[in-house]
């Protein structure tokens, strides 16, 4: 699987552009090949050319068919002659996606410390694709061209015949693919992370709930308002329908738990709500939902009605609990304003009523810095967050949390590192997002909280989120915290 990447730059009285800024965006060194040893093969990165007039980075990507297919990681009957008789190896596909994910991450953030505007703006871009599966619709225009001509691409097919001393066969499922058009390099890289495997139907790995995280990262910007939103989709999620559902849902900028669906007609355009799905019977919940139902369980149980989701990111949690009519002040902390913003969004806080807007306030704050406006509450929630903290910052988190804010409890989830072995496109050594900085197992993240609890005066039980495996545990660890006396942090620790 081969892709190539080229920039042109332009050098005169009128415009100074270095192609060599390619070569910044990308992370990747002109003057040298690289490899990458990934769960779907080798991975090599070079440049057939490298001037200030022309750039071009190419991404090849070498799998072993045979140890493709007999393979557990992806399934499949490793005696079925199907599994060896096919054009996967070699046709761009998920794997190619997933190369492209790994080897070339921080472009696709859009980050960039030595060429930060250039990361930013529009370049002049030329993607060349091998092959690509472009099926051909019934007035013969082929799916590439469906699906990117709307991104502002212009898209060239080549499609040779299947076999050119059969003309009777017909041409070629796949093509040789061209896409030119001025695009942020990172969002070029995202829509090809989506649509590649899209374009190929057929993931080759098992889809998990972090598969609706992951579809909306990439496709923030441009998968909302594509014409073809709804088979991307349900393609890339492998055609589970809980997820689809729950995807298209958010894309819309909906909530999907039954409490917010009173005010769903108010708040869809017409248009938008005939691509709301029905619910789904029996469909799958995601683990994200599981824990957000956990940390309202926990919530209930200790009587809360005053609550502060602190890290609460684009409002996950912070939906769910204004629904519910028993929190009466709920705060929504965190440091990053893009995400309170999307939050905000989110909330419909523009269209709420002044009674909502009073129940509800979004602040900005660090999990590791005393903020008063988080002191006294009932409840406090950390949930997805500590991982995200460097272990040496620990220190400043239990005190601005357990010691100045002093909640009357605490909910915390993190990923529970033991199950990690069970997420099959995980490869061993790796964490389940690239901004965690540790991931725990369950003897260490009791033994955190046993000692959290202790000095400062909370009492501290465990509680599985999601499916318990026998050998392994859940994939989310969570531990509720109770102030078990109204003593001060120095009383308790005396």
Known sequence: MLVTI???GAVGASADVDALDLSHLLHK???RAQQFSLSVGEAHVFYPSATSEECTAALLLEVDPVGLARS????GDAEALSQYVNDRPYASSSMLAVAIGQVFRTAMGGRSESRPERAAAPMDLEIRLTSVPSALSADGEGLATRLFAPLGWTVVEDRPPLDATRPEWGPASTVGLTLTGSVRLGQALRQLYVLLPVLDDAKHYWVSDDEVRKLLRAGEGWLADHPLRDLITERYLAHQRGMVADATDRLLGLDADAADTAGLEARVAPAAQAAVPEPVADAPVPLYRRRADAVLTALRDVGAHTVADIGCGEGALLVPLMADRTFTTIIGADVSPRELARAERRLHLDDASDTERARIRLVQSSVTYV???LA???AAVLMEVIEHVDESRLPALEASVFGAARPGAVVVTTPNADHNVRFPTLDAGHFRHTDHRFEWTRSEFRAWAERV????????????VGDADPEVGPPTQMALFRRSS????TEAAA
């Open 371 to 373: 903020d008063d406006r």
């Open 453 to 464: 609890a202790a000095a400062n005066g909370y009492a501290v039980e465990y509680r599985p």
């Open 376 to 378: 006294g509450l009932d």
């Open 29 to 31: 060194h002109p003057a």
């Open 72 to 75: 557990q990681r992806f399934g």
């Open 6 to 8: 080229t920039t042109r």
């Open 486 to 489: 109204p003593t001060t942090r």
